[in-house]
């Protein structure tokens, strides 16, 4: 273990090479790409290799940051808000230091921004919409960079660009110095600084009258470089994605590829965040069968529409059973427990009709005498990992479902009321549902009907959460207790869970009764 | 212009006009002929129910519209992609007068004895033989019967003027080329193929939008006096395609009622997308939506040379044109719009007290008071640089240009063709000159009923003549159309034979 090779070997079998050869994408320079500028107009498709789980990671990752740039979109955060809010979760997730900070991570960190963005323009040419999102989306993040970027490493990669613009000379400058000044609103402490380009490289500018125009030469201040350049990478961005698209359909020849492509582009439709165990507060207080009620006032409407049902009709469905268990099994309540929660739920009504019903929907034919344990605890057991199921996943048990998850799968039938309400809701519905729960801000209720009416569901979820916790989340930023990494917008619903429970705690964990640190969701990793 | 912005302003029934907006769906159902010898009366009348149509009747509204000349607000027969609502389960139209000049017969007399086709074809195809430029390129035809059909496209001039002769189209209008024969849209498996690839640069300046502020005639009526307002728009455009956007090959058409197109076919405004056409067209555009004058131009300062330089333009305009002929604010009710576009309650208060007291003032002379009165010390939030910008904008609103920009902004918009007869005053869309724009007179501009007598009557004095000696005698020079009737066309046309020799010797040097 001596060798200190930042380049492990890499097994042949797990290489996802970017065969663009193959893909005739741009012209193929077969070097290892050295990356001397921070920014990347990512124009030449990576040439190294990578192992498929890099690939997967690193376009996970920087998914991750697009869809919290997203979601400041549509949180209409103003451009200051979004930077803010941005910085850490680009920190965490797609950290790229200027040339300045001579980090060793350096080389490692513009290689993976690199593929990692290679790898979700693959995975997103397929459709128009998922194109022109990513097209926005990237773009975004680009002018985020270039704002956070040094001045010096900034004027370095714009020059190193090939933009087609000329530098406005002295004789033609005191020529037109009044047109120049009035065109571009220069005040006296403006840089007299011009440059001509082609009109149509500048159409909104030109759109705005915001340039001195002479025969189809459009004179631009200098002020408007950075934008210059943004929209010049949009513009290269899509239409290198039209050019992707039209190349897809080789990728496929590649199965190993092909199902990272299609979960990361369906990540894009509901972004997704795996499970992980600290998303259980098991270590911070003691959760049993009689404690959900009390807990049930910090789930997500998913869940707490869930509890609400069982208590109601002392039923629940498979599905929704299913969900509801798995969920459980996230917050920490134990195998035991949780038997006794079902046993105490359904014993409400144990010898009604109704449990003949219950059986039924589960494995129709199965004759029990006791219902509850040759079924339901199969059930349940089965949710925990404890008997059967696929092999693979046998000691973990399923995970709890994601919000993606919940977003994508079949809508439930009547009777049934699994999924998430803001999507399997009627307007109105949800609305009734939300207020019977405590949500009766008329302005948030029309904006979730907005989201939803646009399909932002989770916006709308994650904008009930803000309401519900507003004095806490205030406190903590305001005395930045957690790191902005871990205020990030939720996408799972053990991660609302969490989240909720410390917020309504924070005295409590402040004073050391519980908890250590703040929530943590992780992205599939 | 209002019917581009408000497409149901009529009859209220959903529009039956197929994709206004092609670019997403170009290859809808929209069933045109396809054989090369269509029959329009079939085509028409093969509509089943439910099914979407692509040829429409009208409702009997619109024919007495036509004929009207006074409550169409919304028809200049100039642009189709903005449709008109029609009701297909109304009964056939009642019978309205049917001027001469629209019966099939006129028509296709116009078509087979004065329609340029010929130069028509240079123009569009940019080269003496076929090329995708014309082959391509979507023609879109309104029938007799007011049945409209999209995409008609043509090998040749020859089967173009065929297919005129045949179905006798009251107008036709022009599209875009697209990336493969528009006839062939269906037979293409992906329908995101088949796209618009390029067409002219247009512009369309429609007098309704002059109706806030001229007080001769309002609507479809013009007369000399308000045609003045097309001829500064007219001045201001062409500047300013010409010498900020560099354009050369500008064909200025009349519409054939009260307004003008400008069509623009340098390569680089063929080649331009939406984004590029909607630039030109804000940078261009001053006056947005109809309710001008309210919130105030909110000009930058100093002003962007290419509104200074209209604004210079314009200025004599003001005074004459404007001011003199329009009189906007002649009666104490019209000066009280004048009022609210002084944003100084001292001077405003103080010029309300000096008309009431002399009512009977032109506006040449309250023009005048503003700055008196002003000089007198009645200013209180205004000083005397900002009075000057105020007065500014007030000549930029009554001056400066009002297009429909809508028109503009796409690539795939359709605008009625140069040279064909406007159903509703018969008169040909000829080209204007704008070297000798004061001399264009719209009410000269020709009828085709006028056109083709001429043509008779000069038959029937050369009877005389030899046959050989008539044969060397097109229609066209039979009547008064001589001086520049396709002059314009066939220059535009010439300039473009060589930019593609031009092009041709750039694309062969790249290799
Ligand atoms: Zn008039």
Not at chain 1, 416 to 434: E, F, I, M
Not at chain 1, 445 to 467: M, T
Not at chain 2, 463 to 471: M, N, S, V
Request: contains cysteine; hydrophobic residues 35%; neutral net charge.
């Amino acid at each position: 273990m001596l060798a200190a090779s930042a380049a492990p070997r890499i097994d042949p079998k797990k290489r996802a090479v970017l065969d663009h050869r193959k893909q005739q994408f741009a012209k193929a320079q077969w070097v290892e790409q050295d990356y001397k500028h921070r920014m990347n107009f990512y124009t030449v498709p990576p040439t190294g290799d990578v192992t498929l789980e890099q690939f997967e990671e690193w376009g996970i990752a920087r998914l991750k940051v697009l869809a919290e740039l997203e979601a400041c979109q549509f949180r209409n955060k103003s451009p200051a808000e979004t930077e803010e809010y941005m910085r850490p979760v680009m920190e965490k997730h797609l950290r790229l230091s200027s040339n300045r900070s001579r980090s060793s991570e350096l080389a490692m960190e513009r290689k993976k921004d690199h593929y990692s963005h290679w790898t979700l323009r693959l995975a997103f040419s397929g459709t128009a919409d998922l194109r022109q999102r990513f097209a926005r989306l990237e773009t975004q993040l680009f002018k985020l960079r270039m704002q956070q970027d040094d001045g010096v490493e900034k004027k370095a990669f714009i020059d190193s660009l090939p933009m087609s613009w000329e530098t406005v000379g002295d004789e033609e400058k005191s020529r037109w110095l009044d047109e120049l000044k009035a065109a571009t609103s220069v005040s006296k402490t403006d840089e007299e600084s011009w440059f001509k380009v082609d009109w149509e490289k500048v159409p909104e500018l030109v759109e705005r009258r915001q340039v001195l125009m002479k025969r189809g030469t459009a004179y631009v201040h200098v002020r408007e470089q950075v934008n210059m350049v943004v929209s010049e990478f949009s513009r290269t961005l899509e239409s290198g994605l039209e050019l992707a698209a039209r190349f897809l359909p080789r990728m496929d020849e590649d199965n190993r590829l092909s199902p990272i492509l299609h979960h990361l582009s369906q990540s894009f439709v509901a972004p997704d965040a795996g499970y992980s165990e600290a998303s259980s507060i098991s270590d911070m207080a003691s959760i049993n069968a009689g404690s959900i009620d009390a807990l049930s006032e910090n789930f997500p409407l998913c869940m707490r529409n869930l509890h609400r049902e069982l208590r109601k009709n002392s039923h629940l469905k498979h599905f929704g059973r299913l969900q509801y268990t798995l969920f459980l099994k996230g917050i920490g309540l134990s195998l035991q427990e949780c038997i006794v929660f079902w046993r105490k739920s359904f014993k409400l009504i144990a010898d009604g009709n109704k449990l003949w019903d219950l059986c039924f929907t589960i494995h129709a034919l199965t004759l029990c005498t006791d219902k509850f344990k040759s079924e339901y605890l199969y059930n349940i057991r089965h949710s925990y990992g404890d008997v059967g199921g696929d092999a693979n996943r046998r000691g973990k048990g399923y995970t709890p479902y994601s919000c993606q998850k919940l977003l994508t799968e079949a809508l439930p039938s009547s009777g049934q009321n699994h999924g998430c309400p803001y999507r399997t809701y009627t307007p109105d519905n949800l609305s009734t549902l939300l207020q019977s729960v405590g949500v009766s801000d008329q302005k948030l209720l029309r904006e979730v009907r907005d989201d939803v009416g646009k399909q932002r569901y989770h916006i709308a979820c994650n904008k009930v959460f803000e309401s519900a916790h507003k004095p806490e989340l205030k406190k903590v930023q305001d005395q930045k207790l957690w790191p902005a990494s871990e205020l990030d917008t939720i996408l799972h619903p053990n991660t609302y869970f969490k989240r909720s429970f410390l917020l309504k705690n924070l005295g409590k964990v402040q004073s050391g009764d519980i908890g250590v640190d703040g929530p943590t969701q992780q992205s599939t990793e | 212009m209002p019917h581009a912005v408000s497409p149901s302003s009529e009859g209220g029934s959903s529009s039956v006009r197929e994709d206004e907006t092609m670019s997403d769906a170009p290859a809808q159902e929209a069933d045109v002929q396809n054989n090369a010898q269509p029959d329009a009366q079939d085509d028409a009348g093969s509509q089943g129910p439910g099914a979407l149509p692509t040829t429409t009747n009208a409702t009997s509204t619109r024919l007495e519209d036509m004929f009207d000349g006074d409550d169409d607000d919304t028809d200049e027969f100039s642009s189709s992609a903005q449709s008109k609502p029609q009701d297909s389960s109304q009964p056939a139209p009642r019978a309205a007068p049917k001027a001469q000049y629209s019966e099939p017969d006129t028509l296709r007399q116009f078509y087979q004895r004065l329609f340029p086709f010929r130069p028509l074809f240079q123009w569009l195809n940019h080269s003496p033989t076929p090329q995708p430029d014309f082959q391509n390129r979507e023609f879109a035809f309104v029938l007799p019967n007011d049945a409209y059909i999209r995409y008609q496209s043509f090998a040749t001039a020859d089967l173009f003027r065929k297919q005129c002769l045949q179905m006798t189209p009251t107008r036709f209008e022009i599209g875009p080329q697209y990336s493969v024969n528009p006839r062939d849209r269906k037979t293409i498996r992906k329908a995101s193929s088949f796209r618009p690839v390029m067409k002219e640069l247009v512009f369309d300046i429609d007098m309704t939008d002059y109706d806030p502020i001229r007080t001769c005639c309002s609507k479809a009526a013009i007369c000399h006096k308000c045609w003045q307002f097309i001829v500064m728009a007219i001045k201001v455009m062409d500047a300013a395609l010409r010498e900020d956007f560099g354009f050369q090959h500008i064909l200025w058409v009349y519409s054939g009622r009260r307004g003008a197109h400008a069509w623009i076919s340098d390569k680089r405004a063929r080649e331009m997308d939406d984004a590029k056409r909607r630039a030109v067209a804000n940078y261009l555009e001053l006056l947005r939506g109809g309710d001008h004058g309210k919130k105030g131009l909110n000009l930058r300062r100093p002003l962007h040379p290419h509104i200074d330089r209209s604004l210079k333009l314009l200025n004599p305009y003001f005074q004459k044109e404007v001011l003199a002929d329009q009189d906007p604010w002649e009666s104490l009710q019209q000066a009280e719009k004048l009022l609210t576009l002084l944003p100084d309650k001292s001077l405003t208060a103080a010029l309300q007290k000096k008309w009431d007291s002399t009512p009977t003032r032109t506006s040449n002379q309250r023009w005048a008071d503003i700055d008196s009165v002003a000089e007198a010390g009645n200013l209180s939030t205004l000083d005397a640089k900002k009075l000057v910008e105020v007065k500014q904008d007030i000549r930029l609103e009554y001056t400066y240009p009002r297009l429909d920009a809508e028109v503009s902004k796409k690539l795939n918009h359709l605008l009625k063709s140069p040279f064909v007869v406007h159903p509703g005053t018969g008169r040909v869309c000829v080209p204007i000159d704008v070297r000798r724009l004061e001399e264009f007179d719209p009410f000269k501009v020709p009828t085709v009923t006028e056109l083709l007598r001429e043509i008779d009557e000069w038959d029937a004095k050369n009877r005389g003549l030899g046959e050989r000696e008539r044969a060397k005698v097109e229609d066209w020079q039979k009547t008064g159309l001589k001086p520049g009737y396709v002059a314009g066309l066939l220059k535009e046309e010439g300039r473009g034979k060589r930019e593609r020799h031009e092009e041709a010797g750039a694309e062969s040097m790249e290799f």
